[in-house]
């Protein structure tokens, strides 16, 4: 079975400030996703990066990017210049990748989550 | 549109009533979801519809039962609660179609909080 594990329960950050939060998973698989979700105290859960495993280069978006490391299974995410809006709970997840025919995608995995404070 | 729409979002309900929490996606997505949550924790999944047949149940007790109306409707009927089931409730859409035009990602509705009495 595919675990998640994300080591560090809370986080704190200077505003402008950057932080990285980690997360490892465990899979015999080969073809998966990874993805970061955010959730704020509004509560709805919102994808902030994905990184497709057969991709070797680490996935941005903006102020956000991956330090994807495969053989280490290893996923860490890091924010830039960070904002009073970043505050929230992060989850890292795991998904097997379907087959061509689309059917057989994997259930979503989750980690335990890291609670991110974002100081002015 | 790439919303996933939940109503109600707040409800409070008694151990003997019966209720419904209801989700709808018009994304086109084949597989839809419903997680529970509890405060600080990661969503848990009960349900999964694909292709809008029941395709996981994670053991969920009788007292919550889904139903997939069509391919953009998803609904959870509720009856005979125990307060350890108040949480939040979370509806979520895919599209798993194909293999690399796919996101793979879940998106996910605002959630309905539900509180047993």
């Known amino acids: 079975a595919q675990t998640v594990t994300q080591s560090q329960p809370e986080m704190s950050v200077q505003e402008a400030e950057t932080v990285t939060l980690s997360c490892t998973y465990d899979?015999?698989?080969?073809?998966?996703?990874l993805f970061w979700y955010k959730q704020p105290p509004s509560r709805q859960m919102i994808l902030v990066i994905r990184?497709?495993?057969?991709?070797?280069q680490n996935a941005t978006e903006n102020r956000f990017s991956v330090n994807f490391q495969k053989a280490a299974k290893s996923f860490s995410l890091k924010i830039s210049d960070s904002q009073l809006g970043d505050a929230a709970m992060y989850f890292c997840?795991?998904?097997?990748?379907?087959?061509?025919?689309?059917?057989?995608?994997?259930?979503?995995?989750f980690g335990q989550g890291t609670i991110l404070t974002v100081h002015p | 549109d790439t919303e996933v729409t939940q109503t109600p979002k707040h409800l409070v309900m008694g151990m003997t009533n019966k209720k419904s929490l209801k989700c709808e996606q018009h994304?086109?997505?084949?597989?839809m979801y419903w997680y529970k949550q509890k405060a600080k924790k990661p969503p848990e999944l009960m349900f999964v519809?694909?292709?809008?047949?029941?395709?996981i149940n994670e053991s969920v007790p009788s007292r919550f039962s889904p139903e997939c109306p069509n391919s953009s409707l998803l609904n959870l009927h509720l009856h005979a609660l125990q307060p350890e089931d108040s949480a939040l409730y979370l509806c979520?859409?895919?599209?798993?179609?194909?293999?690399?035009?796919?996101?793979?990602?879940?998106?996910f509705g605002e959630g309905s909080r539900l509180t047993v009495l």
């Open positions: 979520a859409s895919s599209q798993d179609r194909g293999q690399f035009a796919n996101t793979g990602e879940l998106f």
């Open positions: 899979t015999s698989e080969s073809d998966y996703y």
């Open positions: 990184q497709e495993a057969y991709k070797q």
């Open positions: 997840a795991y998904r097997r990748r379907g087959n061509a025919g689309g059917t057989s995608y994997g259930k979503l995995t």
């Open positions: 994304m086109g997505h084949r597989a």
């Open positions: 519809y694909s292709y809008e047949k029941l395709s």
